[in-house]
């Protein structure tokens, strides 16, 4: 079992950045996929970003690609989402989700029933 705990949101100006943490407690959290997800108000939870047990692989929604940035550190247990160039449309709860996929680059998946454990959330609240 994985326990997840996001931190890093915040209030910030468009076109400023934020960099959140997700670390994560319990066994083996390198075999794990991890991924990234944004509900904004009135809004369905989507899929922002995605990384590979290895980070050797990492997929992002059309919106943000060129502008987040997510990385993992699995000596630390921690994935992390660099956002930069904030836009108010990214104002939203942001949750890390881990999808147990063992020591194989698989296919990061987008659909949030893939991910077996999930964080509490933060929020990330961007300002025009």
């Known amino acids: 079992q994985v326990q997840l705990v996001e931190s890093g949101g915040g209030l910030v100006q468009a076109g400023g950045s934020l960099r959140l943490s997700c670390a994560a407690s319990g066994r083996a959290f390198s075999s794990y996929s991890m991924a990234w997800f944004r509900q904004a108000p009135g809004k369905e939870r989507e899929f922002v970003a995605g990384i590979t047990w290895s980070g050797g692989s990492t997929v992002y929604t059309d919106s943000v690609k060129g502008r987040f940035t997510c990385s993992r550190d699995n000596a630390k247990n921690t994935v992390y989402l660099q956002m930069n160039s904030l836009k108010p449309e990214d104002t939203a709860v942001y949750s890390c989700?881990?999808?147990?996929?063992?020591?194989?680059?698989?296919?990061?998946?987008?659909?949030?029933?893939?991910?077996?454990?999930w964080g509490q959330g933060t929020q990330v609240t961007v300002s025009s």
């Open positions: 989700a881990a999808r147990l996929t063992g020591w194989v680059e698989v296919p990061i998946v987008t659909g949030q029933n893939h991910y077996n454990y």
